[in-house]
């Protein structure tokens, strides 16, 4: 840790590194991570959102060792067979009409690009993505990402509207039964009836709103971009069928909806693979990243034949995009989700953590909301605001020092995002729960 304390200033400052007195990683094995001292920790955050199958799985460490041995690159101006393959596979995972693949190297490019590609398959500029969601941060991507604390003072992302946060628990519009989750928001109450939600419906009205105001009636935006699940916002969830009516709204003007699946995607939500498919949405395209790799640079975009066919006015390049070292890890990713039946595994212990999280008798949280392996716990005061950073702060060093990792995000920085590798069981959340709740109580 000395060594790494002495060439520190070799990275730039605003580089983020989590807790005051910080960890030195040096190994990982399913849901566990080592530091330096040999101690061990239960890693719930998953490299953020991003170790999938668990750490140094075996049978993606034999893929790509295999492979390494064979062929690591030769771009895209020559044929292999591991891209074919795995395009092959990850199609496998779409509904039909979503058809056609380009890999990238992370989040922030997939995202990048699929704004290009709207752009160019609709011929208009304007685009709308919601405030407090994430998309990364590439200069145009930044203008999409609506979080204050990541944005730069540079212009950046030119013509990208925002929505309103569609927020159940903190948002303009919200209520007792609106989330597609086992626990609901507990400040709010609402008496709609069985199949309507109205904080919903009053979400897309604005939506409708906004539509009509700030684009031109004739040729309305070239894209919604918006996560299934907020992720960075912290693990925020839209009202029933908001996903659905917003992407139909866009879709009716000619517009391409996109779905952001790079937290939500490969299962993590249990019920279903995509986070857009829980909420019976259907977008035109659909980014992915971080688990699809289980740690390796690899992102994607899946969208139609039609939209990426017209993507030929220009020449289209990425040099590493789906090489053959990322195809078989993608690839074996995939296989190991279905072989582990990993999602199934989010759905059941996903459920449990849930449960045990609301059942805890705590003030201090405010909500307990998520689906599957994708779970926010938001931290609050006596008057219901959100906990003051250095509460927040020390009851996240706590934890770690307890040997559990967990993330943190919000606007506030005060929700803990728990987000571990689908592979954990449910002795793994009774271990969490209890170092989550007796912390809560000693620092909050
Ligand atoms: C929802 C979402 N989209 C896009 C990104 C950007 O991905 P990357 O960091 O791989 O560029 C992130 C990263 O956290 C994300 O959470």
Redesign the pocket.
């Known amino acids: 840790m000395q060594r790494v304390q002495q060439l520190r200033p070799l990275l730039p400052k605003g580089h983020v590194t989590y807790y005051k007195d910080q960890l030195l990683i040096v190994k990982g094995e399913k849901q566990f991570l080592f530091d330096s001292n040999g101690k061990k920790y239960l890693d719930f955050f998953g490299g ?2 991003t170790v999938s199958v668990g750490h140094c799985h075996p049978k993606v460490n034999a893929a790509l060792t295999e492979q390494a041995q064979k062929l690591w690159h030769t771009t895209s101006i020559y044929h292999t067979e591991p891209i074919y393959e795995y395009a092959q596979k990850l199609l496998g995972k779409f509904p039909s009409k979503l058809n056609t693949v380009f890999f990238v190297n ?4 997939a ?1 990048d690009l699929a704004l290009a590609l709207a752009r160019n398959y609709t011929g208009r500029f304007d685009v709308i993505s919601m405030r407090n969601g ?4 590439t200069q145009t991507v930044l203008g999409a990402t609506n979080l204050g604390n990541w944005k730069p003072v540079f212009p950046h992302g030119f013509n990208i509207f925002k929505s309103l946060n569609a927020d159940p628990y903190r948002g303009i519009f919200g209520g007792s039964n609106c989330r597609d989750s086992p626990i609901q928001v507990k400040n709010r109450k609402c008496g709609c009836a069985p199949g309507v939600c109205e904080a919903s419906d009053k979400y897309i009205e604005q939506f409708e709103e906004m539509l009509l105001h700030d684009f031109s009636h004739s040729s309305g935006p070239a894209a919604f971009l918006i ?1 299934s699940i907020q ?2 916002g912290g693990t925020v969830q839209y009202p029933h069928g908001y996903l659905k009516k917003s992407y139909e709204a866009v879709q009716k003007r000619g517009g391409i909806a996109i779905a ?1 699946e ?2 939500t995607g490969f299962g993590r939500l249990g019920s279903h693979f995509w986070g857009f498919e829980s909420q019976g949405a259907m977008p035109d395209m659909v980014t992915m ?2 688990g699809i790799g289980n740690g390796f640079p690899l ?1 994607a975009v899946v969208t139609t034949k039609e939209i990426a066919d017209s993507f030929n006015k220009s020449l289209y390049f990425n040099t590493y995009g789906g090489n053959p070292l990322a195809s078989v890890v993608g690839k074996a990713v995939l296989e190991v989700i279905e072989e582990e039946k990993l999602q199934e595994n989010c759905a059941v212990v996903g459920d449990y953590f849930l449960k045990q999280l609301a059942a805890l008798d705590e003030k201090a949280i405010g909500d307990v909301r998520g689906k599957g392996l994708m779970i926010g716990v938001e931290l609050i005061d006596e008057q219901g605001k959100p906990l003051a950073a250095a509460k927040t702060a020390a009851i996240f060093e706590d934890t770690k020092n307890h040997g559990l990792l967990i993330g943190k995000g919000g606007i506030h920085g005060n929700v803990l995002r728990i987000k571990p590798p689908m592979c954990i069981t449910k002795q793994d959340v009774d271990f969490a729960v209890d170092i989550i709740a007796k912390s809560i109580k000693q620092f909050k």
């Open positions: 953020i959102v992370s989040g922030s490019e995202n994430y998309h990364g941060m996560e992720g960075v952001d790079v937290q990243a971080k992102g």
